[in-house]
Structures are given as C-alpha cells and as structure tokens.
C-alpha cells in the first residue's frame, strides 16, 4: 500500500516518473516539457522528434491523478484531432491503476473519475461551448486559425489551465510565431536536428553549447534530437520537398514569406567566440550586449 501511494504522489509531482512507470523513458527535453510547474509551454520541435508522444502522457497524466479535469485536444482539421488521442489509446493499457472508461470513442474519452479528454477539429465554432479545461494541447499550432485559438483562450479564466502549443513552423505569420518570436508568458523549448545545411549538403550543427548561450538571451531551452540520422535527412532532401523544407520541417526556421538573406541559422554559424571585445570589461557588462558576429 505504502509503496502505491509512493508511486502516485511521485506521478502527480513529477509527470515524467509517470512516463517512466509505464516503461516510456522521456529524453532530456521531455523531462523539461512535462515540468508541472509550467503553465504556458511552446514546444517547436523537428519533425518526429517525440512531441505528441509526450503531450499525450501530459493529458493522460492530468486526467488520473486529478479527478474531474477537462483536457480538450485542438488540432487544424478532424483528422488530425485524433492523433494525440491514439498516443493516448496506446499508453492507457501500459496503466493498471488507470480509472475505467464510461465512455469511449474516437474523440473522447470520459474516465470513473470524471476527466474527460475530448479531441476537436481546429474552428472557432467547435471550441465554443466548453468552460474551466485544466489543460488545452493545441497540436499542429501553426496550422490553426488565429480565430480558434483567440476563441479557446477565455475558457481558462478563472481555471488555473495548462496550456501547450506544438509544432513545426509555417512562416512568420499566425499566433504560434507570433507567441514564439515574442511572446511574454511562455516556457520555450526547441527540438533541432543535429545537422545544418550548407550549399545544399548537410554539415553538423553548431556544437550545443554554443547554441545554448544564443539562445538563452531569448529565454529559449534548446536541444539536439537524438532520433534523426544523416542517412535519413539526406534522404528526405532528396525526396521530400527540397531545402525550404527541410529549413522549415527540420531545422524549425519560420521562413520570411516573400524569402530572406539570411536565417536564424546563419547568424549562429557566424559567432566567433574567440574574438575580443571592442571595449574593455569597464566600458560594458558582456551580458547585456549581442554576440559579435564575423564579417559575413
């Protein structure tokens, strides 16, 4: 008995023992994402880099070990509402002490506990209705209607809703780039690839670290995917849908809409951090200035 109640305090403090309960060992920046602590998560994130995966056990989570929450799942069309939810149909038979189902169905599911978790398609109309969710998944982010999404957010008044926003981009437009570009109240996480291109071909990334400290100043926690090969990534340049798309489905740039000169990427690759400051330490607080970039 001691040691179920153990198990179950340690499952709501830390969703990711959840996880590691039902024999899904979390990587180092799903162990991040599933932080409790965090009210306003964006997760930008290469394409099958374990997103879904891991907001689905945060719904899963949720809806066991506190009775009576609503967890609405929201993605751009119907089809894709259900993708989390099969995650969630395949962990449920991992949980044992998980609380029967009254009700069970493609896009919902309604638990003895009363937690429901309901998957809807991406319009204003459809979000319309539901009040109090302790957590709202939107999946697909960029692909979603500023409309629904503006029409989702009152429903946390008042709730003490988790909200999560994943994806990969789609161009500087829409509220999930404009949440990530400079949004105020969200915890940021971005999920790379490990290579970058350069003259088409596929060279490695800056090392972490250096990545790291770019993007602190942002206020972003960055990772490295350890699921993507070089043998793969050369292979969807080849047959996918060439270097836009892997700038955008892999290495997560939000690409200017008529192009640009230069990416994210290419002001990383241009830090030398060997080079002397200008000034001496009087003169400024290295901290409070930009990286000096190479001439380019």
Not at 125 to 132: E, L, M, N, Q, W
Not at 269 to 278: N, Q, R, T, V
């Amino acid at each position: 008995m001691l040691s179920t109640l153990s198990k179950n305090l340690a499952g709501v403090l830390e969703p990711s023992y959840y996880l590691e309960e039902l024999g899904l060992i979390p990587y180092d920046w799903q162990t991040e994402a599933l932080d409790p602590t965090i009210r306003r998560l964006l997760l930008l994130c290469a394409r099958q880099t374990g997103k879904s995966t891991i907001v689905a056990g945060k719904a899963l989570n949720k809806a066991k070990y506190f009775p009576g929450s609503l967890i609405l799942i929201i993605s751009p069309a119907q089809d894709k509402s259900k993708e989390i939810m099969k995650k969630i149909n395949l962990m449920m038979p991992l949980d044992p002490y998980l609380p029967d189902l009254t009700h069970d169905a493609v896009y919902e599911k309604e638990f003895t506990n009363g937690s429901r978790i309901v998957a809807l398609p991406g319009s204003e109309k459809s979000v319309r209705g539901y009040s109090g969710p302790k957590m709202i998944i939107v999946d697909e982010a960029a692909h979603v209607l500023n409309e629904t999404y503006r029409a989702a957010r009152p429903m946390m008044v008042a709730a003490d809703t988790e909200l999560v926003a994943l994806g990969s981009p789609r161009g500087k437009r829409g509220f999930f780039w404009e949440a990530w570009d400079h949004g105020k109240h969200w915890k940021k996480i971005l999920v790379l690839v490990p290579w970058n291109l350069k003259d088409e071909k596929f060279v490695p990334a800056t090392p972490i670290e250096k990545v790291r400290r770019y993007w602190k100043k942002k206020g972003v926690s960055v990772y490295y995917s350890t699921r993507h090969t070089l043998e793969f990534l050369e292979e969807e340049l080849d047959e996918g849908g060439g270097e836009l798309w892997i700038r955008q489905e892999y290495l997560c740039e939000f690409l200017e809409l008529a192009g640009g000169i230069f990416t994210e990427q290419d002001w990383l690759d241009a830090i030398d951090d060997g080079l002397k400051p200008l000034f001496s330490d009087e003169d400024f607080v290295d901290d409070d200035v930009e990286p000096l970039f190479k001439e380019m």
